[in-house]
């Protein structure tokens, strides 16, 4: 059975970077499209950006296009998630999601495999 486990959380202070990592076990990483969500206090959990399978594609919400970065690790099954200028809006629980195939969703209900979470609080 598939097991996502994430890591590299922490506290960071607004403007500062911080990578969390996701990796997959159980399954091939390749054959699955992969996903980050986040989760603040009091609010539903929401997309940040996926990546296809093969890496060639990927996706961003709004809120964070041009400071956030997903890429992947086919050969360490391993998904990042490079977080710079982090503003404490950013402050969340971290998810990686996965979903066998090629095509990513910034729907939750599309990835059947889901990690524990990693936090990331970024104090201003």
């Known amino acids: 059975q598939g097991q996502l486990v994430e890591s590299g959380g922490g506290l960071v202070q607004a403007g500062a970077s911080l990578r969390v990592s996701c990796v997959l076990s159980?399954?091939?990483?390749?054959?699955?499209?992969m996903a980050w969500f986040r989760q603040a206090p009091g609010q539903d959990r929401e997309f940040v950006a996926a990546i296809t399978s093969s890496a060639s594609n990927s996706d961003y919400a709004d809120s964070v296009k041009g400071r956030f970065t997903i890429s992947r690790d086919n050969a360490k099954n391993t998904l990042y998630l490079q977080m710079n200028s982090l503003k404490p809006e950013d402050t969340a629980v971290y998810y990686c999601a996965g979903r066998e195939g090629f095509y990513i969703y910034m729907t939750q209900s599309r990835y059947e495999l889901w990690g524990q979470g990693t936090q990331v609080t970024v104090s201003s």
């Open positions: 159980g399954r091939t990483f390749s054959n699955y499209a």
